[in-house]
């Protein structure tokens, strides 16, 4: 039988609100201390996304000059496919040790687990591209770590992240088990995160104009922002149903 404190606290929806937070964090903090200590995904997309801004720089100079009119595309270029090795790899080792199985299992609300994952993943593409944008800014003579600028590329920046996340952590969750998993992950995820890319891109294209579009950046940071209210609210809304027969 339920004491009266305890009653009342379910009745008031105190402890399920302070378990959502606790789950969250916890699932967060599990991924970050595990990539702590391996170090194996945040290098692979640190290198991944080196390597490919590398590639662009060398395609895009010419006669010793870097073509800046490509400079936002190839930045939201790298953090895409940086985010999906991260993904990928992420979930395949949640795979290996079975322990998506047991946070499922786990007498916890599954929508806090999504929110734990997105979270870390989130933090690891951040670090990420904290070191892509100053090599995109190097390579390509681009002002992106001028005073003026840099607040608000990093405010597209985590918003795209957070919105690439979301949809990114539902996926990969479902694919987990799934043979393929790889190709499929970028087959579902990069159709419905085509309208985030190129806002950040376009976003990031008005802070790199001269004289800076400040007007046009914030539209397309506000737009960013409905995105990301939108696929968080859908991946919370299906993620339990989804993960149902898990």
Known sequence: MLGPETARDRSQGGPREGSFVKTALAVAHKDLLVELRAKEILLAMAFFAAVVVLLFAFAFTHEGRANTDATAGILWIAVALAGTLGLSRAFEREREGDTLRA????????????????????????????????????????????????????????????????????????????RGRDILLGILLYPIIVPVLIAGARGTEALLARPLDRATAWFWTELLLVFDTVFITVALWVYEPLMASE
């Open 103 to 178: 946070l499922l299992l786990a007498p916890a609300p599954r929508s806090a687990i999504y929110v734990g994952k997105l979270a870390g993943i989130v933090l690891l593409m951040l670090v990420t591209e904290a070191c892509t944008v100053p090599l995109v800014s190097l390579l390509f003579d681009a002002p992106l770590l001028a005073a003026e600028r840099l607040p608000h590329l990093w405010l597209l920046l985590v918003l795209g992240t957070v919105g690439y996340a979301a949809v990114g952590s539902l996926f990969g969750a479902l694919l987990a088990r799934t």
